[in-house]
């Protein structure tokens, strides 16, 4: 392995290692997202008989979300012991074999729930513990040389990832409906096993920034030193602060983790994160005795990424419901069959309208870069990663409000086309396209070098507070006071859920577009 920092194919070229990554990043997300648009339609039909029928879409809604909960909070375990210890290369590399044991749980135990979930976990583990890794070793490869190259590869990155999930989503459906499930769960562990073959390949070509072992000015550090020091006459208010939300995290914890452990967890953890960071950025300054600036105002960095990525939450609520919330609306709705312009030969059933995502994100990505942003720039208007990110959450509020309308007609009784799907399809994928695709590189940009790992650990575990919320709304809609108030709205319950949604995402976007303004952005590629 090239340990060096220099550029490794000359000044300004790509780096010749990168189709290595990329290869393994296409199979990967074939593997994911076979296994995953799937998951619901089979717990539904399969895992679930057990419960009575009406219990059996709330119950593979809570699973789906739990296990995508699981699989964007594990980055966190992932993202440290990479930084501190075993470096990101290794890391994805042992959690990759990790995740084939997963797959292979799957497709051995369809028939047995304790097997299964047991696989669900180790996918969680292992995808979770490669996630932050794998986009930051991209970035890794890159240097000031040529890292205006780095935007164009995290776009390829984001484009092969689509074209993985694309194959998948249209072929697994028909896999499980024609050969069963363990083949259906099997072929995506096959992919996994490959990508894993690939990413190794390239171990000879790969620029490695070794872990930081013991960091005396780590972030955690700074931030424990700014929350404990003292400064005569001015009292301690931050540590008072951070001291709250732990005492608020254990009230949780107690009240919850009986009934829901899950939500519980998230919820504790968000306090002390919360309350912890804002406490330590009140008293930020009174580090500087004791660390370096740099690392002070490195700090300083992390607390205004995790903000961000904060806000964003709630994109991630609207965008992971196609896989459980779409498709289960797509099952009330009519298939096309007898029209000409339908795709029979190729959709045949509703979990294969998520197909239309990654194809419609390998349009726009160059659609966008060839001339949405362009025209933009011509018009005087500056394209910064802030403001995609703000337009993104609002394009997917609009794509909730259309398909709220779609089931306003469905609950009137109403023999509603499957092929309106297509319209918030489209919404929302821009919307994907501006906030992840866009996020990818914002994270490594704006993390200093010895955070990259953990920062983009704290990117994906924005997904996990997404279907947080998704969780806690589910939860909510049980109790009869909830019930009854949606009632009085006039309105079905899916139907008002989905417009909630959408409200949700507007005013995410509108705290984002106020704190964007105020944001210094960072540049933290490494040097030539």
């Not at 997917?396 to 086309?417: E, K, M, P, R, Y």
Request: proline fraction near 5%; glycine fraction near 8%.
């Amino acid at each position: 392995m090239d340990t060096s920092a220099a550029a490794p194919a000359g000044k300004g070229a790509l780096p010749r290692q990168i189709p290595y990554i990329i290869g393994n990043e296409g199979c990967e997300r074939f593997s994911f997202y076979g296994m995953r648009n799937i998951l619901t339609p089979f717990l539904i039909t399969s895992l679930l008989l057990f419960a009575p029928e009406a219990e059996r879409i709330g119950i593979a809604k809570d699973v789906f979300h739990t296990f995508v909960i699981g699989v964007y909070f594990f980055p966190l375990l992932g993202g440290w012991i990479s930084d501190r210890f075993f470096g990101k290369y290794n890391t994805v590399l042992w959690m990759s074999l990790v995740y084939c044991a997963g797959h292979a749980c799957l497709a051995m135990f369809e028939g047995n729930r304790t097997g299964f979930y047991f696989g669900l976990f180790l996918i969680a583990l292992g995808s979770g513990g490669i996630k932050p890794l794998v986009s930051a070793f991209v970035g890794d490869q890159f240097d000031q040389s040529n890292k205006h190259l780095a935007k164009v590869v995290y776009d390829a990155f984001y484009w092969i990832i689509n074209f993985g999930s694309f194959f998948a989503s249209l072929l697994m459906p028909i896999i499980l409906r024609e050969y069963g499930a363990t083949w259906a769960f099997g072929i995506p562990g096959i992919l996994m096993f490959i990508a894993t073959v690939i990413f190794w390949s390239g171990r000879k070509k790969y620029v490695v920034v070794p872990p930081v072992a013991s960091d005396p000015h780590s972030f955690l550090k700074v931030a424990r030193t700014a929350l404990f020091a003292d400064a005569p006459g001015k009292g301690r208010p931050g540590l008072m602060l951070a001291v709250t939300g732990f005492a608020l995290a254990l009230i949780v914890l107690a009240w919850l983790a009986v009934d829901d452990f899950v939500i519980a967890v998230l919820l504790a953890l968000g306090l002390v994160i919360g309350f912890g960071g804002a406490g330590a950025a009140m008293q930020m300054e009174r580090a500087r005795s004791v660390h370096p600036d740099s690392a002070v105002d490195g700090a300083r960095a992390v607390l205004r990424i995790l903000v961000v990525f904060a806000i964003v939450t709630p994109f991630w609520s609207l965008f992971d419901q196609k896989a459980s919330t779409w498709i289960i609306q797509g099952n009330a709705m009519v298939i096309p069959h007898d029209r000409w312009w339908w795709p029979s030969w190729l959709v045949k059933e509703p979990a294969q309208m998520q197909a239309l995502n990654p194809i419609l994100v390998m349009l726009l990505i160059p659609f966008n870069n060839l001339v949405i942003y362009p025209l933009l720039r011509r018009m005087g208007v500056k394209v910064t990663s802030l403001r995609r990110i703000g337009a993104g959450l609002a394009f997917a509020g609009f794509a909730w409000i259309v398909a709220a309308l779609i089931q306003l007609h469905i609950d009137d009784g109403d023999a509603v086309s499957i092929a309106w799907q297509v319209a918030p399809y489209v919404l929302l994928t821009m919307g994907e396209v501006l906030v992840s695709a866009t996020g990818l590189e914002f994270a490594y940009s704006q993390a200093p070098p010895q955070m990259k790992g953990v920062i983009m650990s704290f990117w994906l575990l924005s997904v996990s507070y997404g279907n947080l919320w998704v969780l806690i709304t589910n939860a909510a809609v049980r109790n009869e006071a909830v019930t009854h108030q949606i009632a009085q709205s006039g309105i079905g319950e899916n139907a008002f859920l989905m417009f909630f949604f959408a409200g949700f995402a507007f005013l995410a976007a509108l705290v984002f577009a106020l704190y964007a303004r105020r944001y210094p952005v960072q540049d933290h590629y490494r040097a030539a």
